[in-house]
């Protein structure tokens, strides 16, 4: 009669134990490498500010994060990647609007939903484009595009470096809202896009503001507007898209940090918390000034959420508006 409760006693001091030797055994995050899968081509600024930051919180974590470089459909190839792995922290997705933003609006069929098959860890940093034009086309403002296009017939064309691309969709909502007719010529990439408006093929491109510099210095393009809250320190003369009015605008370009679905909270808030002081140390300051990335305005998994939202909200319509289907 009375063994039954010491016995019963015993098994659940034997489950505790075992389960606190358990708990022990569980290696702290991280125990290992860690790997950011970035959707762009080893190279450029995007690839550097990824660097910089598995550098930066590699050391911080005392593990090597290890850059993976899958470029392809829009960021779509990294992003469906990642989905698929195991929610632990060790496999990080390098976000931006593209694969987060307008993918699911200009893809038929998506093997992901960044809603739904990921967490937010945090935003990295903010960047903008900017509207250039050749320089032998004799436009030198944007009061100058709008008549120029207006008068051409048929239009301007503008080139891009894909059909869905954030460098496609930022010039049709300047077209969108000026009521301007113009033709949209697809590039494997931003590079040769530049290289086509150089050669005379277009006459607009819409690049990162790093990518620009360069050209403007050589007098091979002219810089019409810059697509962000604020102007650019390279262009300090250069209007943003709210001064000229086009207050609709959602914001800036951005990259960000999303893990798998259902990771742990705890791991997101390491990572968010590391990520936050990668902006604190002056010698990423120093490189990020480099390659015109800004901090973001705002950090953590909130940030990125809303962001997405917003974006969502203005560029839906317009893809939708515009028939952009990509396979």
Same mark, same amino acid.
């Given at each position: 009669?009375?063994?039954?409760?010491?016995?019963?006693?015993?098994?659940?001091?034997?489950?505790?134990?075992?389960?606190?030797?358990?708990?022990?055994?569980?290696?702290?995050?991280?125990?290992?490498?860690?790997?950011?899968?970035?959707?762009?081509?080893?190279?450029?600024?995007?690839?550097?500010?990824?660097?910089?930051?598995?550098?930066?919180?590699?050391?911080?974590?005392?593990?090597?994060?290890?850059?993976?470089?899958?470029?392809?459909?829009?960021?779509?190839?990294?992003?469906?990647?990642?989905?698929?792995?195991?929610?632990?922290?060790?496999?990080?997705?390098?976000?931006?609007?593209?694969?987060?933003?307008?993918?699911?609006?200009?893809?038929?069929?998506?093997?992901?939903?960044?809603?739904?098959?990921?967490?937010?860890?945090?935003?990295?940093?903010?960047?903008?484009?900017?509207?250039?034009?050749?320089?032998?086309?004799?436009?030198?403002?944007?009061?100058?595009?709008?008549?120029?296009?207006?008068?051409?017939?048929?239009?301007?064309?503008?080139?891009?470096?894909?059909?869905?691309?954030?460098?496609?969709?930022?010039?049709?909502?300047?077209?969108?809202?000026?009521?301007?007719?113009?033709?949209?010529?697809?590039?494997?990439?931003?590079?040769?896009?530049?290289?086509?408006?150089?050669?005379?093929?277009?006459?607009?491109?819409?690049?990162?503001?790093?990518?620009?510099?360069?050209?403007?210095?050589?007098?091979?393009?002219?810089?019409?507007?810059?697509?962000?809250?604020?102007?650019?320190?390279?262009?300090?003369?250069?209007?943003?898209?709210?001064?000229?009015?086009?207050?609709?605008?959602?914001?800036?370009?951005?990259?960000?940090?999303?893990?798998? $679905?259902?990771?742990?909270?705890?791991?997101?808030?390491?990572?968010?918390?590391?990520?936050?002081?990668?902006?604190?140390?002056?010698?990423?300051?120093?490189?990020?000034?480099?390659?015109?990335?800004?901090?973001?305005?705002?950090?953590?998994?909130?940030?990125?959420?809303?962001?997405? $939202? $917003?974006?969502?909200?203005?560029?839906?319509?317009?893809?939708?508006?515009?028939?952009?289907?990509?396979?």
């Amino acid at each position: 009669m009375t063994c039954r409760p010491l016995c019963s006693t015993a098994v659940v001091a034997c489950v505790l134990a075992s389960a606190g030797a358990v708990a022990l055994a569980q290696p702290a995050y991280p125990s290992r490498a860690i790997t950011l899968v970035v959707p762009v081509a080893a190279g450029g600024a995007a690839d550097a500010l990824a660097r910089s930051w598995a550098e930066h919180v590699g050391a911080a974590l005392g593990q090597p994060v290890v850059v993976d470089n899958r470029p392809g459909a829009n960021g779509s190839v990294a992003a469906s990647y990642v989905a698929k792995q195991a929610p632990n922290g060790y496999t990080i997705l390098f976000a931006s609007t593209s694969n987060m933003s307008l993918n699911p609006f200009s893809y038929k069929s998506l093997s992901y939903d960044p809603m739904k098959d990921f967490d937010p860890v945090s935003m990295l940093a903010g960047t903008s484009q900017v509207l250039v034009t050749g320089a032998a086309t004799g436009i030198r403002s944007l009061d100058d595009l709008v008549k120029a296009a207006k008068n051409k017939s048929g239009g301007l064309d503008f080139g891009s470096a894909g059909k869905g691309n954030s460098t496609h969709l930022n010039i049709e909502f300047v077209a969108q809202h000026y009521g301007l007719k113009m033709t949209h010529v697809p590039y494997k990439g931003a590079a040769p896009a530049m290289v086509g408006l150089i050669g005379g093929e277009t006459q607009l491109v819409a690049d990162a503001v790093v990518s620009v510099v360069p050209q403007v210095k050589g007098g091979r393009v002219v810089p019409l507007l810059i697509f962000g809250s604020q102007r650019s320190k390279a262009f300090p003369d250069v209007p943003t898209v709210f001064e000229v009015g086009l207050s609709d605008y959602p914001a800036g370009g951005w990259y960000g940090l999303m893990v798998p $679905k259902g990771t742990p909270k705890e791991v997101i808030a390491r990572l968010n918390n590391e990520t936050a002081k990668f902006w604190v140390d002056p010698g990423v300051k120093q490189r990020m000034d480099a390659l015109y990335m800004d901090p973001p305005s705002a950090l953590g998994p909130g940030a990125v959420t809303q962001t997405m $939202k $917003k974006e969502a909200a203005v560029w839906g319509p317009v893809i939708t508006r515009l028939g952009i289907q990509n396979d």
